[in-house]
């Protein structure tokens, strides 16, 4: 199963470790991370809920998460002036601030859905999956409005549907992603420094 966010092709960059370097390296897999997260999201969500956006949206939220946990962002390279990935490639964001400058851009030039769909795709996982770090230093609420309409923006072609429903449920998707943090952070599967 391939876990780039709906089959968005993976960053360009030379430097960065591919997804063949985490099976070989930890034996993670695209399928093994894809299940992780999305029976993480399951017991977190609930079946009830799950049940309703499993086939839709749950789907694309652990492919969100297992795209972000096989794929390495370099912070610097990413913040650095010369990067500029094509219009065709997942746009890697550093942090809430540049989705944010990213965002002003969009809405006064040409716009990327696919740009678009990663800046979406971004804020669920800073906003949402690492809502306790960035609550303090950033407006959830913001954001989470901010997130709705990448996706909004991202809602063309095949793609429309899956993108209005990710836009329709963001703010609850934000709110599932952080108790989907917390409920790890508590859990066995944690992997905790040794004191």
Not at 11 to 29: C, H, I, K, N, R
Not at 49 to 70: K, M, N, P, Q
């Amino acid at each position: 199963m391939n876990t780039h966010i709906a089959g968005i092709p993976k960053a360009g960059g030379t430097d960065m470790p591919s997804t063949q370097d985490f099976e070989d390296l930890y034996g993670v897999t695209e399928e093994r991370a894809f299940s992780f997260w999305a029976s993480h999201l399951h017991e977190t969500i609930g079946s009830d809920e799950w049940s309703r956006i499993r086939d839709s949206t749950g789907v694309y939220l652990a492919s969100v998460l297992g795209h972000f946990c096989l794929q390495s962002i370099d912070r610097a390279d990413v913040l650095s002036p010369d990067y500029s990935p094509s219009e065709l490639e997942f746009r890697q964001f550093a942090d809430l601030t540049q989705i944010a400058e990213m965002m002003m851009q969009q809405l006064t030039s040409a716009k990327n859905p696919l740009w678009m769909e990663s800046a979406g795709a971004h804020i669920l996982l800073y906003a949402g999956f690492f809502q306790n770090q960035n609550k303090d230093r950033h407006n959830i609420e913001f954001y989470s409005a901010m997130g709705r309409e990448c996706y909004l923006m991202a809602a063309v072609g095949k793609r429309e549907r899956t993108m209005k429903l990710m836009a329709a449920g963001f703010r609850q998707y934000l709110f599932h992603l952080a108790n989907l943090h917390r409920n790890l952070q508590e859990s066995r599967y944690l992997i905790r420094p040794v004191n």
